[in-house]
């Protein structure tokens, strides 16, 4: 036998304003769901300084464009602003007063943090302390770890290009080499001029500095093949560029030269080089690495406070010698671009 419901009554008052008040709790959580982004639910960076939203980020190098070194860099700072949830903006310019103009262009933008090379520090030391003024931190790396804590750079993350240089003048002594070229592609760079002197102060054969112009490598690998076949005692070449060892190699067979190529830095065009013997050694700065310290180091104060090296040691990405004995252990990083 079915019993009869007992007949609905109408809510009171109260009960008919909780319901209201869940009815409107409900609707604004579902309009919080509709309007959320792909990053609901994460936390932002509030503490950078841009109104709650993600750290803005410049890296400003004296980088040729195209240029295969710098594409490293920027590899590393890309995968340091990915991780960071970074908006990361670069730029670079080999001349040093657009370079300059570059960081000013930063500061107007009023981004949280730049991160820049200090090839020629005198023409960059205007503009980073615009950006000094303007509270916007700045840090260092590739160049100028003899200028960034003068400049008042926050940190600075790369190699000690003197030691370096005498590092390789050292491997030069222990080869047997009798006679080294150092080739700078960039005059006045003084990451280039730090190496090339370091050479000549530790290597106890004779060391010439040789004066290219790094932008037109055609022309570069014809002054070469000219000064190798016009001495002939010459059996080291030392270039500052894995791209400038590769253009010594063909300068060397043209000339009709004995002599050996080592270099600084590397790419996996010249792990093929070292594989197959034609350049002796690479000493690998880690370009990659600089560019992913650099911006990361950069998150990591504008979030935490964190001052790599306390604001009075650089972090060293180098230097370290890559040869036939050991390419293989690189080999494989360089041919995915981190290396």
Avoid at 19 to 31: I, T
Avoid at 96 to 119: E, F, H, K, N, S
Avoid at 234 to 253: H, P, R
């Amino acid at each position: 036998m079915n019993t009869p419901a007992p007949p609905r009554r109408s809510p009171g008052p109260v009960r008919r304003a909780t319901l209201a008040a869940l009815a409107a709790g409900a609707a604004a959580l579902l309009l919080a769901a509709c309007s959320a982004g792909p990053d609901a639910g994460v936390e932002t960076d509030t503490a950078a300084g841009t109104g709650g939203g993600r750290t803005r980020i410049a890296l400003i190098t004296h980088g040729a464009k195209d240029d295969a070194f710098w594409e490293l860099v920027r590899a590393g700072a890309d995968a340091a602003a990915a991780k960071d949830r970074v908006d990361l903006t670069y730029a670079g310019d080999p001349d040093p007063a657009a370079q300059a103009d570059l960081v000013r262009d930063a500061v107007r933008d009023r981004v949280d943090g730049i991160a820049v090379t200090l090839a020629k520090p005198e023409a960059m030391r205007a503009a980073v302390a615009e950006a000094r003024s303007a509270k916007i931190p700045v840090v260092g790396l590739n160049s100028g770890i003899d200028a960034w804590r003068a400049d008042g750079l926050l940190e600075y993350y790369g190699q000690d290009e003197s030691v370096a240089g005498r590092s390789v003048g050292d491997k030069l002594d222990d080869l047997k080499a009798e006679h080294a070229l150092c080739v700078i592609h960039e005059q006045g760079n003084v990451a280039l001029e730090a190496r090339c002197a370091g050479v000549k102060k530790a290597f106890e054969g004779r060391t010439d500095i040789l004066y290219v112009d790094g932008t037109d490598l055609t022309a570069m690998t014809a002054v070469l093949t000219s000064r190798l076949r016009q001495d002939p005692t010459i059996d080291e070449v030392v270039t500052n560029g894995a791209q400038f060892a590769l253009a010594s190699v063909k300068a060397a067979k043209a000339a009709g030269s004995h002599a050996q190529v080592s270099t600084f830095d590397l790419n996996k065009s010249l792990v093929k080089a070292v594989e197959r013997g034609e350049v002796r050694f690479a000493v690998d700065q880690q370009p990659y690495l600089q560019g992913y310290l650099a911006v990361d180091g950069l998150w990591l104060y504008r979030t935490n406070g964190n001052i790599s090296g306390g604001g009075t040691a650089p972090v060293l990405t180098g230097p370290a010698f890559v040869t036939k004995q050991n390419i293989a252990s690189v080999a494989k990083y360089a041919a995915d671009g981190t290396r």
